[in-house]
């Protein structure tokens, strides 16, 4: 038997506290992120977008590194916490992907980037980079 599971789509773009309007590969846009500081560390809300179906599954990543460039922590998962694959995306929809970083003793200066990759490798920027930057401080 199977269960089938309406998600409504979000058309309209939501509120984000940080703009960012990247553009990635595939015509997927990460439009912006939330980031809120939780007693472990840090809950970050990032919002995708895509202008075209998407043939392939990604994994969406978030990292924190610190001021000499060093991981130290990361996120790595299927968006929105394994419910929504890339592959379900519907052309114009914003997509809310919630990652939990754990940073009990963060560092003054850190900086948090994210992307997406498959199999291949991260797939690239319009800047060709391999990560968006979303925060730096």
């Known amino acids: ?11 309209e773009r939501p509120p984000v506290a940080y703009a960012l309007d990247i553009g990635f590969e595939q015509a997927i846009t990460l439009v912006g992120m939330n980031l809120a500081q939780v007693d472990t560390g840090y809950e970050v809300v990032l919002v995708w ?11 969406a990543f978030v990292q924190a590194l610190d001021a000499n460039g ?6 790595d998962q299927t968006p929105s916490q394994g419910e929504r694959p890339t592959t379900t ?9 919630r990652h939990t970083l754990t ?3 963060p560092p003054t200066h850190f900086s948090l ?18 990560h968006a ?3 730096a401080q």
């Open 113 to 130: 980037i994210a992307g997406l990759y498959d199999a291949q490798g991260r797939i690239l920027t319009d800047t060709q980079g391999d």
């Open 70 to 75: 060093q991981l130290i922590a990361q996120s």
């Open 49 to 59: 977008q895509t202008d075209a179906p998407l043939p392939t599954d990604y994994t």
């Open 89 to 97: 995306w519907r052309v114009g929809e914003y997509i809310m992907d």
């Open 133 to 135: 930057l979303l925060f």
């Open 103 to 105: 940073l009990p003793n």
């Open 1 to 11: 038997t199977f269960e089938v599971v309406h998600r409504p789509s979000v058309m």
